[in-house]
């Protein structure tokens, strides 16, 4: 999906030669990464409301990671329009803090399973407390989604910041003495 995301973004960007499509870049960025993540988030949604339909809920998590990958024309490349000189270091630390929800996420679904008695079952009313407590945890889920999608949207921006220019960086410190840095 990022790469024919990516493909489409430039084909808007840039439709007819040197003709935008799309009024800004940061239109562009915000559209894909709402869509990613407000898609995902319904996907996420229409589960709950599947019920035991296993093509169905199938279908719906493919979607969910399909819409996703939308992302990659979103939030993923402003990295390098903030900063073209550090845009690998802020991928580094923003995909690292990134992974402490695949460190918490597992302990979250426990607790709501555990918690909510869903951790078990062999069938009749426990299936259907399982079923209740896994509902919780997509409901989760599609939250935080839809909160990522607000925050990018509100927040977001792809300007470059006055931080990335390393020749002034480079002078601020020989002006100080530290060129060794």
């Given at each position: 999906m990022g790469i024919g995301a990516g493909l489409l973004a430039d084909r808007l960007l840039l439709k007819g030669g040197n003709k935008r499509c799309c009024s800004s870049l940061g239109l562009l960025r915000k559209t894909f990464n709402?869509?990613?993540?407000?898609?995902?988030?319904?996907?996420?949604?229409?589960?709950?409301?599947?019920?035991?339909?296993?093509?169905?809920?199938?279908?719906?998590?493919?979607?969910?990671?399909?819409?996703?990958?939308?992302?990659?024309?979103?939030?993923?490349?402003?990295?390098?329009?903030?900063?073209?000189?550090?845009?690998?270091?802020?991928?580094?630390?923003?995909?690292?803090?990134?992974?402490?929800?695949?460190?918490?996420?597992?302990?979250v679904v426990g607790q709501i399973l555990i918690t909510s008695g869903g951790a078990g079952g062999d069938g009749g009313e426990d299936s259907e407390r399982v079923l209740r407590a896994w509902h919780s945890v997509f409901h989760l889920s599609a939250?935080?989604?839809?909160?990522?999608?607000?925050?990018?949207?509100?927040?977001?921006?792809?300007?470059?910041?006055?931080?990335?220019?390393?020749?002034r960086d480079r002078a601020k410190r020989k002006k100080r003495g530290d060129e060794a840095l």
């Open positions: 709402s869509v990613a993540f407000f898609g995902a988030g319904a996907c996420l949604l229409l589960v709950t409301l599947a019920g035991r339909s296993q093509p169905l809920n199938l279908l719906l998590l493919v979607g969910a990671l399909g819409l996703d990958g939308l992302a990659t024309v979103g939030f993923y490349v402003t990295h390098i329009d903030m900063s073209p000189a550090y845009a690998a270091s802020l991928m580094g630390v923003t995909n690292c803090v990134a992974n402490f929800a695949g460190i918490f996420a597992p302990l939250a935080v989604f839809f909160a990522a999608a607000l925050v990018f949207i509100l927040f977001g921006s792809n300007a470059v910041q006055s931080w990335n220019d390393p020749a």
